[in-house]
C-alpha cells in the first residue's frame, strides 16, 4: 500500500496513529473534486447546438447538431444543450437524474494564466494573491474533531494539490500501491526506513501504533479489488485514480474529500471536433466517470462528484483549428442527491456583443456559488464563508443544485 503526503508532520502521525476507522454506516457524506488541468473547452463538452452562432465561430471544430441514430453528432439534452459524443457513457446518468451540467460557469478572474487561475480557484479566493490555504483545507478546519480520521481527506495526486494545503491534516497518495511518506522540507523517505532511524520524538514513541493504524488501507487492497456491479474502468491514470477512490470509500475508511486531477485539456492546436485530440480526452473521462457510478452502486446516493477546471476557452476557433484561453467553461455536478437531468446555468449567448470582452463566453455563475451549496447542501457544514471569505451566496444566486 502506498501513501504519499506532502507536509505531514510528528503531530499527524500521532492523530494518525491513535485515530480508530469510522464504521460505514457513520461514514456520512463524501465529496469528490475532479480537476482538469488546462483549461477544458466548455463549448465542446456541454454543446450549445442552438446556438447558431456556435456554427459560425467554429467552422472546422464544431460538434454538429444532434441526428438521432447518427453517433457523430451532439447527444442532445434539452433542446439547446448537448453533450460531446465521446461523453455518450454520461448520457444515462443523465437520464438518471443523477448528472447536472452547468454552462457560463467558471471564476471571475480575468485571468489567462494557467498557474495563476488554478492558484485562485484551489485557494477560493479569485484573484487574492495573499491566501495561504486552500478552499478544501478551510472546510476541513469547519470541525477539527473530525481530523482525527486519517483518511478524510485524500487526494490521489503525486503531491498535494493546492486545495488541501492548511493546517487541518490531509494525505495525498500518488496511488495505493506506493507506500511513501513526504516529510516537511525533506526528500520522500520510505516510510520504513523513517522508522528505523527516526528519532524517539518523531516516530519510535508512536511507531507501532502508526503501523497498526496504516493497516486500515489493507481493506482497500489495490491488487485484488475487483470493482463492482459489471463496472469497467479504462487503464488511465484517471480510471485509475477513481477506482482507487471507489476502493477507499467501500473500505469504510472514514473518506469524506477525495480529489483528482487530469491534465491534458490546453488545446491549442488541432482540437479536432468529433474526433481529435480533445475527443480522446473526453472518451477517457467520460469512461472513468461513469465506472465510477457503476461500482459504487448505492453508494452514490451520499457522493457528490464534482469537475472544476481553471477558465474555459475562446469561443471563436484559431487558425490552428485549436481554442486559445479563455472566461466561462462549462462542469459537471454528478450525485444522488443532486437535482440532475437538466443543463444549470443561465446561458449568456454568443453574439460578439454578449462575449466577455469580445471574444470568449461570459460568466453567468462563480464556481464558488456551486461549491458552496456542495458544502452547504451536500455536506451539511455550517459557517459556509469561512470557507470562501470574501464571498456570499443569497437565495436569489443559487442554481438549487439539491
Same mark, same amino acid.
Given at each position: 500500500?502506498?501513501?504519499?503526503?506532502?507536509?505531514?508532520?510528528?503531530?499527524?502521525?500521532?492523530?494518525?496513529?491513535?485515530?480508530a476507522p469510522r464504521r460505514r454506516e457513520d461514514s456520512g457524506k463524501i465529496l469528490i473534486c475532479l480537476f482538469q488541468r488546462g483549461a477544458a473547452d466548455g463549448l465542446n463538452i456541454v454543446v450549445p447546438h442552438g446556438e447558431p452562432i456556435y456554427y459560425e465561430l467554429r467552422p472546422s471544430i464544431a460538434i454538429p447538431r444532434p441526428q438521432p441514430g447518427n453517433p457523430g453528432t451532439a447527444i442532445d439534452l434539452d433542446g439547446f444543450f448537448g453533450l460531446h459524443p465521446a461523453l455518450a457513457p454520461l448520457k444515462p446518468l443523465y437520464d438518471r437524474g443523477l448528472?447536472?451540467?452547468?454552462?457560463?460557469?467558471?471564476?471571475?478572474?480575468?485571468?489567462?494564466?494557467?498557474?495563476?487561475?488554478?492558484?485562485?480557484?484551489?485557494?477560493?479566493?479569485?484573484?487574492?494573491?495573499?491566501?495561504?490555504?486552500?478552499?478544501?483545507?478551510?472546510?476541513?478546519?469547519?470541525?477539527?474533531?473530525?481530523?482525527?480520521?486519517?483518511?478524510?481527506?485524500?487526494?490521489?495526486?503525486?503531491?498535494?494539490?493546492?486545495?488541501?494545503?492548511?493546517?487541518?491534516?490531509?494525505?495525498?497518495?500518488?496511488?495505493?500501491?506506493?507506500?511513501?511518506?513526504?516529510?516537511?522540507?525533506?526528500?520522500?523517505?520510505?516510510?520504513?526506513?523513517?522508522?528505523?532511524?527516526?528519532?524517539?520524538?518523531?516516530?519510535?514513541?508512536?511507531?507501532?501504533?502508526?503501523?497498526?493504524?496504516?493497516?486500515?488501507?489493507?481493506?482497500?487492497?489495490?491488487?485484488?479489488?475487483?470493482?463492482?456491479?459489471?463496472?469497467?474502468?479504462?487503464?488511465?491514470?484517471?480510471?485509475?485514480?477513481?477506482?482507487?477512490?471507489?476502493?477507499?470509500?467501500?473500505?469504510?475508511?472514514?473518506?469524506?474529500?477525495?480529489?483528482?486531477?487530469?491534465?491534458?485539456?490546453?488545446?491549442?492546436?488541432?482540437?479536432?471536433?468529433?474526433?481529435?485530440?480533445?475527443?480522446? &480526452?473526453?472518451?477517457? @473521462?467520460?469512461?472513468?466517470?461513469? /465506472? %465510477?457510478? +457503476? =461500482?459504487?452502486?448505492?453508494?452514490?446516493?451520499? $457522493? *457528490?462528484?464534482?469537475?472544476?477546471?481553471?477558465?474555459?476557452?475562446?469561443?471563436?476557433?484559431?487558425?490552428?483549428?485549436?481554442?486559445?484561453?479563455?472566461?466561462?467553461?462549462?462542469?459537471?455536478?454528478?450525485?444522488?442527491?443532486?437535482?440532475?437531468?437538466?443543463?444549470?446555468?443561465?446561458?449568456?449567448?454568443?453574439? &460578439?456583443?454578449?462575449? @466577455?470582452?469580445?471574444?470568449?463566453? /461570459? %460568466?453567468? +455563475? =462563480?464556481?464558488?456559488?456551486?461549491?458552496?451549496? $456542495? *458544502?452547504?447542501?451536500?455536506?451539511?457544514?455550517?459557517?459556509?464563508?469561512?470557507?470562501?471569505?470574501?464571498?456570499?451566496?443569497?437565495?436569489?444566486?443559487?442554481?438549487?443544485?439539491?
Open positions: 500500500m502506498a501513501l504519499v503526503t506532502m507536509g505531514l508532520s510528528p503531530a499527524f502521525l500521532r492523530r494518525l496513529a491513535f485515530a448528472l447536472a451540467p452547468i454552462q457560463a460557469v467558471g471564476s471571475p478572474s480575468s485571468t489567462r494564466s494557467h498557474f495563476d487561475a488554478q492558484d485562485f480557484m484551489e485557494t477560493g479566493t479569485p484573484d487574492v494573491r495573499t491566501t495561504h490555504d486552500g478552499w478544501i483545507n478551510r472546510y476541513l478546519q469547519l470541525d477539527p474533531r473530525l481530523g482525527r480520521a486519517p483518511f478524510r481527506a485524500v487526494a490521489l495526486t503525486g503531491q498535494t494539490p493546492r486545495s488541501f494545503e492548511g493546517p487541518a491534516p490531509t494525505i495525498a497518495m500518488a496511488g495505493l500501491n506506493d507506500f511513501m511518506v513526504r516529510t516537511r522540507g525533506a526528500d520522500i523517505l520510505r516510510f520504513e526506513t523513517l522508522y528505523r532511524e527516526g528519532t524517539a520524538d518523531l516516530i519510535h514513541a508512536t511507531g507501532t501504533e502508526t503501523f497498526e493504524a496504516l493497516k486500515i488501507l489493507q481493506a482497500a487492497n489495490a491488487r485484488q479489488y475487483a470493482p463492482a456491479n459489471g463496472a469497467i474502468y479504462p487503464g488511465s491514470p484517471l480510471g485509475r485514480s477513481l477506482q482507487q477512490i471507489a476502493q477507499l470509500i467501500k473500505a469504510g475508511v472514514g473518506l469524506e474529500i477525495a480529489f483528482a486531477d487530469v491534465g491534458g485539456w490546453d488545446t491549442h492546436v488541432n482540437q479536432g471536433g468529433v474526433t481529435g485530440q480533445l475527443a480522446q &480526452r473526453l472518451d477517457d @473521462f467520460g469512461r472513468a466517470i461513469a /465506472a %465510477l457510478v +457503476t =461500482d459504487l452502486g448505492d453508494r452514490m446516493a451520499d $457522493v *457528490v462528484l464534482v469537475t472544476l477546471s481553471e477558465f474555459g476557452r475562446m469561443a471563436k476557433q484559431n487558425g490552428d483549428a485549436g481554442t486559445d484561453h479563455g472566461h466561462a467553461g462549462a462542469i459537471f455536478v454528478l450525485g444522488g442527491a443532486v437535482k440532475g437531468g437538466q443543463v444549470l446555468g443561465r446561458w449568456p449567448g454568443l453574439a &460578439r456583443e454578449q462575449l @466577455f470582452e469580445g471574444r470568449d463566453l /461570459a %460568466l453567468t +455563475t =462563480d464556481f464558488r456559488t456551486v461549491l458552496w451549496e $456542495v *458544502v452547504e447542501r451536500h455536506l451539511e457544514a455550517r459557517s459556509v464563508e469561512r470557507v470562501f471569505p470574501g464571498f456570499s451566496v443569497g437565495e436569489a444566486g443559487r442554481i438549487s443544485l439539491f
